[in-house]
């Protein structure tokens, strides 16, 4: 993995929401075709994580990587790379709720009066937020 790679997967809480911003592919676990969204990731530790904001509807994209873990993980703000990956949806509740722990601290130390989204409740992303772990296969290169 390239030096800016590693720069640009290197955030923490003070990177911007910009810098966590990127794309992902996963394969359509009933059609088997390329899907392709938008969203953030986080970090902690030396972990990568994907996730977002509570719902009781599993989102297509936590769905696809269940079934198909293999993804491209699309890098292209600062950096443009397109990384081969592989996710393992978190179901443990202590690890869910030990990372997203972190998650919703920087989540809510972003948050101001005029953001669109309410306060982060960690019980309720516990229980409602998607959450991934990535595995980067070329992360020795």
């Known amino acids: 993995m390239s030096p800016d790679v590693r720069a ?17 592919t996963t394969t359509g676990r009933r059609t088997g075709q390329p899907r392709r ?9 030396d972990d990568i994580y994907l996730s977002g904001i509570p719902r009781r509807k599993t989102r297509s994209w936590l769905a696809n990587l269940a079934a198909h873990p293999k993804f491209t993980f699309h890098l ?3 950096v443009v ?37 309410p306060k982060a409740v960690l019980d309720e992303w516990v229980a409602g937020s998607p959450l991934a772990r990535v595995a980067f296969e070329d992360a020795d290169e």
């Open 8 to 24: 640009a997967l290197a955030i923490d809480s003070r990177s911007t929401v910009e810098d966590r911003t990127i794309d992902i």
């Open 37 to 45: 969204i938008e969203i953030v990731f986080y970090r902690e530790g």
């Open 76 to 78: 292209k703000h600062a």
């Open 81 to 117: 790379a397109d990384l081969r990956a592989t996710a393992t949806v978190v179901t443990d509740l202590a690890e869910r709720r030990r990372v997203l722990a972190v998650f919703v601290d920087e989540f809510n130390r972003r948050h101001d009066a005029n953001s669109p989204w």
